[in-house]
């Protein structure tokens, strides 16, 4: 039997790789089933591997494209691409942006077709093989799907002592992780219903770039800073009119849009921002996921699986610390 100790989108991709490897599991959560008190109910949820590459390391593109087969086979995927646009201020960062990254075709007249609702843009980059999904409903159906697979989920603190643990708590294990840290990030779910948009859609922005995802009937996640700081108390105000007005950019009728939630949580990171396994004490510790959540998570339970049940080491793995 393994126990997995967290239920956020780790611990549960963790669970559901180990099943489905024919593993007997167990999943325990002071928290109990997945909720806002876990940064992965915040998410944007977007499988954006080639435009993640843009300020990441080489293994958030490898590793990335293999999310979207992964996450198909356990929830609703809706595969649109993303698209990046750029003010005409900013046309010079979207050519760097186009430089940095692949897998996108530059698009102008096309922008009206893909999205008729942003307006102000003359060009942008068409990233078609992108997806995005909705984290709460993938968490959800991670949920459903492992109880439905005979998986018994215990509210409450994991029992000192336990055998074949994995620990997927994120920053809660900082005790065990000293070279964790925290991330903050801010969001926002607003109500629009005077613009659609299909896909999410990314603005480039001089003190924050923007990404809008659709959620269905009007509503759409707004996010997400990146500050490096460790308070998850409150957004603050510069980040709350930095958001919308860059939503008021893309589109102005997004200045009557409805605040629905306002969402603000750590993201748990190591210096380099990839994600680490480690083999600690007899516990394996899977961490660090940083932004990169719903996109690295099918590889991070892959290589916990591979670590736990047949002692193969990924490339996420650190050297064995018992």
């Known amino acids: 039997m393994y126990s997995v100790i967290g239920a956020g989108v780790a611990g549960l991709a963790v669970a559901s790789e180990l099943v489905s490897r024919g593993a007997a599991v167990q999943i325990f959560d002071p928290a109990g089933p997945p909720g806002p008190h876990g940064c992965s109910w915040w998410a944007g949820g977007m499988l954006a591997p080639w435009c993640e590459y843009e300020n990441a390391e080489e293994p958030v593109l490898r590793l990335g494209r293999e999310a979207i087969g992964w996450w198909q086979d356990r929830t609703t995927v809706a595969r649109r691409g993303t698209l990046v646009v750029a003010g005409r201020r900013d046309l010079p960062d979207l ?43 993938a968490l959800a159906d991670l949920h459903a799907g492992l109880q439905a697979r005979g998986v018994a989920f215990h509210a409450g603190e994991a029992p000192e002592g336990l055998q074949n643990a994995i620990d997927c708590r994120g920053l809660s294990a900082r005790g065990a992780l000293p070279d964790l840290r925290g991330v903050k990030g801010e969001m926002l779910v607003i109500r629009c219903p005077d613009v659609t948009l299909s896909r999410p859609v990314r603005l480039l922005h001089p003190r924050i770039p923007l990404y809008i995802v659709p959620r269905g009937n009007g509503v759409y996640m707004l996010g997400a800073t990146m500050i490096e700081s460790e308070d998850r108390r409150r957004i603050t105000a510069r980040s709350m009119l930095e958001l919308l007005s860059a939503a008021y950019a893309l589109n ?28 600690i004490g007899g516990r394996i510790y899977a961490n660090g996921l940083y932004r990169h959540g719903y996109l690295l998570a099918p590889a991070l339970a892959k290589g916990v699986a591979d670590l736990a049940l047949n002692n193969i080491h990924s490339e996420m793995v650190d050297e064995d610390r018992d």
């Not at 996108?104 to 990233?127: Q, W």
């Not at 009728?253 to 994600?275: H, K, M, Q, T, Y």
């Open 252 to 279: 102005p009728a997004f200045g009557e849009a409805e605040v629905l939630e306002i969402g603000v949580d750590l993201r748990p990171a190591f210096p380099d921002n990839l994600p680490r396994i480690r083999r």
């Open 95 to 137: 050519r760097r942006f186009a430089r940095r990254t692949e897998g996108f075709r530059e698009v102008d007249a096309e922008l009206a077709n893909l999205e008729p609702d942003l307006h102000g843009f003359s060009k942008g980059l068409y990233f078609e093989n992108e997806a995005h999904l909705s984290p709460r409903k």
